[in-house]
């Protein structure tokens, strides 16, 4: 074979190498996959109503413990109840809530500070128990599993979660997984 055959040959093998691999590209990209989501949605705030025990306006006083166990990373805060929007709150409660290490000493982070933040003390929140204790008696606490920065003010908020409590989620929206179709990739 002369030199000009080697690299023609070589070329078109080079361009369907490159088109087989950009056709499964972009078949694998359109086939799509199917997840399932489990747990209720916190962008909601009557779900997070509906779902929880007890919902109040509290500001952290103070952070009390942190400890990992297995993995997982845990924040207990002392906080003092401004207002119970439902449930029972006792005037100073001690409430945990999972957070992983923010990078300085003493500072934590969660997946989505915006519906889940880090307590911080002399800040305001709205925080939402499932489980836990709320009484405040000495060696209790509570688990927060949502907690957002409570920039209403304590009568906005106050305001704004009455409409969620008194709102009931459509049935689909309390469900505790739906599928949900993402692309491959």
Known sequence: MTMHVKIWVGGCLAAAVAAAGAAWFT?????????????????????????????AVVEAVENTRYREDGGSAYLTTRV?????????????????????????????ATEDPDRYA???????????????????????????????????GLVGE????????????ETAAISACEDIDAPAG
């Open 80 to 108: 003092k109840t401004l207002e119970t929007l439902k449930g029972e709150f006792a005037d100073t409660v001690h409430v945990t809530q999972g957070v992983k290490n923010g990078g300085s000493p003493g500072r934590y």
């Open 27 to 55: 078949t694998a990209q359109e086939t799509g996959t199917t997840h399932t989501v489990c747990g209720p949605d916190l962008g909601r705030d009557d779900v997070v109503a509906a779902r929880s025990r007890a919902v």
């Open 158 to 169: 106050r305001e704004h979660w009455q409409e969620a409590i008194a709102t009931p989620p």
């Open 118 to 152: 880090v307590l911080e003390p002399g800040r305001q929140y709205v925080i939402a128990v499932q489980s836990g204790s709320t009484t405040g008696a000495a060696g209790t606490e509570a688990w927060a599993w949502y907690a957002e920065p409570a920039e209403r």
